[in-house]
């Protein structure tokens, strides 16, 4: 197999453990579902990225060999620190100074208009 072929091998078997995991969770109660919304986004995200990235032929073999490939990357994931709580703050922070321009803007508009 080419390492296109490996990569899409690995991609569509993925696809289908994301896919059984997606049948058994809308079989649970509505709070289990919540609870794993993180867990079904972050595999998600994981598949996307498997459609637009490469591994090499050694690294594309060895997951397809393991019974649960999405499953170990995401157990692999939730351990690993990230700037993610950061990006969030970030925004936030970011998005209360655009408010607070935007509100001064309107401010001055309004004066000016008197």
Known sequence: MTNAELNKALYQKMFAEQETYREWLLSQPSEE??????????????????????????????????????????????????????????????RAKSEVQKQKKKKKNNTDDK
Request: no cysteine.
């Open 33 to 94: 579902i919540l609870n794993h919304t993180y867990e079904y986004t972050v595999r998600e995200d994981i598949l996307l990225s498997m459609e637009y990235n490469d591994l090499p032929d050694a690294q594309v073999k060895a997951l397809l060999k393991s019974p649960s490939s999405l499953a170990d990357v995401f157990k692999d994931w939730e351990h690993k620190e990230t700037g993610y709580m950061e990006d969030i703050w970030q925004t936030v922070a970011d």
